[in-house]
Structure formats: C-alpha cells, structure tokens
C-alpha cells in the first residue's frame, strides 16, 4: 500500500510517500505566494525519489495550516493529530510531542496508539516560535543557521526579558550595545523562547517520553535551552520538520485499510 | 532637517519632542517648587510645578542610556524657567527607568503617578485611566483624590502599546503622528485584524496591502484590534466613569475612538496639548511632582 501525506505549513509544504510503513521518498518547497502549487512541486519531488507516479498512491491525507489549498488530497488530519501519530511511530514510548513551526508552537499528549489525547497550542504570538528566532537572528545581523552552534559557546546565561518578539529585538539590540559576547547573546535569545515553550508543555503536563519535531528542533541551541528548561531528555528524529507530512502519510494508510 | 518626505530613509515612528513654560506664571525662592520625571521605555517626560501648580515641562526620546535620558529631559523642562536643578525642593523618579534617575530623592511607581497626575489633569471625577505607554498598557481606578485602588497591566506583549504603534507607522510609511487620523479615514470600518501580536499582525497587514486593500483600511483593522485589546484590560479592571487615557498613545484618535466605541462610554476629552493646553503624556511626570510635594511637607513637619 502507497500513501502520501502534504504537511501545508505557513513557512514551507513538506511532503511524506509511505510504501507499507517505510518513508519512501520526502519533498519540500517554500510556500510562497501560491502553496497550492508549492503543494504540486513537493509531491512531485517526493514521487521522483520515491521512483511512483501519481496514480500509484492509494490515499493522500492533507494537514498544516494551509490545508484546504492541498487539492491533490483524498482527506485531512488535524495537525495535533498528524504529529502525535509520527512522533509515536518514530519512538514507540513517545507520550508527549512538541512541535515548533515557524509562526506555530504546540504540544500534544498521545497513547501508545499514537492517539491524541490532550493539546496545547500557541498560535497568537510570535515569541514561542521560529519567527523569534529569526527576528533575533535578524537584530543581531547573523544567518539563522550560524545563531544555534553559537548558543553552545555561551559560558553563562544573561538573561533577557523578551517575552515578546518586537522587544526582544530592542533587548538585543541593548545587549550589543552593552557589548555582551555574541554567544551569551544568542544563548538569552534561545533561553527566552525555551521559557515561553515550557511554560505550554508545563501546563498540558510532561509525561515521558518527550519527543520534538518541526523545523524549530534542527536548531541545536533551542534543543539544549529546552533541554535545560524541561529537565528531561528529547528525542529527535531525523528531518524533523517532515513529521507532520508522515502523521498524515499514516492517517492515510490507516484510512486505506 | 535632512529629511525629504517620501524617502525610504524617513523615520515615520519620530513625533515631536518639545518643551514648553507656562508664561502666565513666576516663581519666588520661597516656593515650594518640585519636578517629576518620568523615563518611558520610549519617551522621557520631566515636570515643574510650583506648589503643586504645573509651571513647565519637557518631552523627549529616551536615549539607550537611562540615566542621561532622566538629566535630559529634567533640563530641557528647566529651559528658559531661569531655574537650576538645586532650586528643586524635591524630585521624584518614575517610570520603567524610575531607579534610574540620578538627581531624584526618591522614585515611585508609575501607577501611583499616572493616577495622580490624572486627577491632577481632569478633575476628581476621574475614576478609571488607561496609560498606554512605550512597551506597556495599564487600566487603573483610583478614588476623588487620584489614589490608586486597583489596577491591572499588560507588559509582556507589544500589541497596543506605543511600540507596536511606532512599526506599524514604519511599515505602512505614515507619520505617527497622523496615524490616527488616518486610521479614521475608512468608509465603514473593517474587520479588526485576527491576530494581535504584533510580529504576525505585520505579515497579516502585508498579505491585506497585497490583496489590495488601503493603507487606511489596513491600518483601522490593525487599530480597531488594539482598541479592542485595551478595552478589554479597562472592562477586567472593572469599568467606572469618569475614564481618560494617559500615555502616548491618548494623542491617537483612532484609538481613543475606538475604545470609546468598544465600551460605549466618552472619554473625558484630552486637553489641547498643542494649543497651550497640559499634555497627557505627561501626567506620569505630572504625578510624581506633585507626590514630590507631599513628601516634601511631610518632611518638613517631622
């Protein structure tokens, strides 16, 4: 059996081909102006490594933001719903999963089945999420890539208090001024958004195992201020930013049957 | 001035710093002459009053470095008064850089001196003001006598505040200032904007230009959500008439109405600052003087 799942995010469309519980093939595009075809172009990319034509998939299950535009789509899955089944296929003693999009942060708790049972959700403000990162990334003239390794080169925290993207980049703005070292800068940056995550995750509950997905976990400074916040251990899986798009890839299997 | 509107360059978030001495009155060495300064996050306010009347005042940005900004703005107030700063019998600091301000004898709250200077500006009927300042928004009630009851702030997001405002102006190229006229010039008034972080509202009001819609219309939905965010905070607070808007952004016309609007109740209106009027973005400096004043007399009798 060959399914597909297009995970329509606000930044970028992923897109999952399962061939009989293996990932197959992966694709992704910016979103763009038109995601729709975004959408089309991914698929495309995963159906060429995946070596499958269009009319060989069995079911297409759409989720993310953005997705009513995916039209290629036989259905849709909440995106709670998405990543809890991904993160518990991934890591079968998966209990919660969190998930840090580019305008979105969320946590999810889920049986062994990889059900959802209960959510928390961030949607309204910038700050627990990547457009923090790369606004901070921005006020301090650095690629968004270099901010995370240089996290890890911090010696100390220096705390700031931005709970709030546009102050936070006022915040940063002091720092350099006050001529704090770059890496104890790009540390309070991650520390800042860690705090605002954690304090989501804290409200639904932590019930190992703890497993992190989205863009947002391939940033290895915001893992180890999360890390530090959590007091637990995180698993990540590779490409994690594909997560979603597999959820759905599974939500269509599952619909197959 | 090097700056040519309709240039990229232009700072459309840059209002007027001004100061300004009220001719009409004189001070003797024997008065009790005190002064309020109040460092915002965004503007620097200082206050002359002579026993406990307002003689003068000053406004400017608030430089990166607090305590230059508090000495600042305390001596553009003191401009053409003939007063030094050891005239002052007492000064009081206030403001998110309140601990900041070298030559004050003692700081305090913002809310204590918002609440004063309110009474002191519209009269004891006051009973419920808003201050929306640079990076915060409070409501507070207070009784006849400007003493605070009760109040309640939002200070961990810049949706509302005086900040938020400064880049919108920036992104839709519309001088602070004006921003509220502006805002006002809408045929009907549209949906407020769905998500009021700042961060998102900007990428939303970029999607509406690019859909077509006016700067105007953009800029009411964007104002219509932040009016609807401070009514909110008034009516937790618990709503009571008289109400006035203090801060920076009581001089925004779009906001002031629409909050009027949301809560169906009339401001008291704000007095005609470029006139020869008090301006409401000084009633914090306004405050801590006259608190000055009652510290000072209390000191005196001990």
Redesign the interface.
């Known amino acids: 059996m060959i399914t597909a799942g297009i995970d329509m995010g606000t930044q970028s469309v992923k897109v999952v081909v399962l061939k009989d519980g293996h990932v197959v093939g992966r694709g992704k595009t910016f979103s763009g102006f038109d995601p729709s075809k975004a959408a089309e172009e991914a698929c495309t990319e995963a159906l060429k490594k995946a070596k499958l034509t269009p009319s060989e998939i069995d079911h297409v299950t759409a989720t993310g933001s953005g997705m009513e535009m995916a039209l290629s789509s036989d259905s849709t899955i909440s995106m709670m719903g998405a990543d809890a089944r991904a993160g518990v296929f991934l890591f079968p003693a998966a209990r919660t999963v969190i998930d840090v999009g580019a ?1 979105e942060a969320r946590a999810m708790k889920c049986d062994d089945h990889g059900i959802m049972v209960d959510f928390v959700v961030n949607e ?4 627990g999420a990547g ?2 990162i790369e ?1 901070m990334a921005r006020a301090l003239e650095m690629k968004l890539e270099e901010l995370g390794p240089l996290a890890l080169r911090a010696e100390r925290a220096s705390p700031i208090n931005a ?5 936070g980049e ?1 915040d940063v703005v ?1 720092l350099i ?1 006050r001529q704090e070292s770059k890496p104890e800068i790009a540390r309070a940056i991650f520390d800042a958004m860690a705090d605002r995550v954690s304090s989501m995750i804290f409200r639904l509950g932590l019930t190992p195992e703890v497993v992190l997905v989205g863009g947002v976990a391939k940033d290895v400074g915001f893992v180890a201020s999360l890390k530090r916040k959590l007091g637990v251990e995180i698993l990540i899986p590779e490409q994690p930013e594909f997560a979603g798009a597999l959820g759905a890839a599974l939500a269509a299997a599952s619909r197959t049957k | 001035m090097n700056e040519t509107p309709g240039k990229d360059d232009v700072e459309y978030w840059r209002w007027q710093e001004y100061h300004r001495v009220l001719s009409d009155r004189t001070w003797k060495n024997k008065d009790l002459i005190t002064a309020g300064v109040d460092v915002g996050s965004v503007g620097s306010k200082a206050a002359i009053m002579i026993d406990g009347e307002i003689y003068a005042w000053g406004i400017m940005r608030t430089g990166s470095n607090s305590p230059e900004s508090a000495t600042k703005a305390l001596n553009w107030a003191l401009e053409g008064t003939g007063l030094q700063v050891n005239d002052l019998k007492y000064i009081v600091g206030t403001g998110y850089g309140r601990v900041n301000v070298p030559m004050a004898n003692k700081a305090i709250t913002e809310i204590a001196c918002h609440a004063k200077g309110a009474n002191y500006i519209w009269g004891s009927s006051v009973r419920t003001v808003l201050d929306v300042g640079g990076q915060d928004i409070k409501a507070i009630r207070i009784d006849d006598s400007g003493r605070v009851v009760s109040f309640l702030m939002n200070d961990k997001c810049a949706a509302g505040t005086g900040r938020g405002m400064e880049v919108f102006a920036d992104l839709l190229k519309i001088p602070i200032e004006q921003i509220g006229d502006f805002s006002l010039k809408v045929e009907k008034e549209p949906e407020p904007v769905s998500c009021t972080c700042v961060a998102f509202a900007k990428t939303e009001a970029m999607g509406l230009l690019r859909k077509g819609w006016s700067k105007e219309k953009v800029l009411a939905a964007y104002t219509r959500a932040m009016a609807v965010r401070m009514a909110n905070l008034i009516n937790r607070v618990g709503l009571e008439k008289e109400l006035v808007i203090t801060g920076g952004q009581s001089k925004n016309v779009g906001i002031v109405t629409r909050i009027e609007n949301v809560l169906g109740v009339k401001t008291l209106p704000s007095p005609k600052w470029r006139e020869n009027g008090l301006d409401p973005m000084v009633a914090g400096a306004i405050g801590a003087a006259l608190l000055g004043k009652a510290l000072y007399e209390k000191a005196q009798k001990l």
Not at chain 1, 124 to 127: L, Q, V
Request: glycine residues 0%.
């Open positions: 305008e309204r403000c910038a700050a457009a923090f606004a709970s709030c993207v546009i102050f006022s002091t001024h």
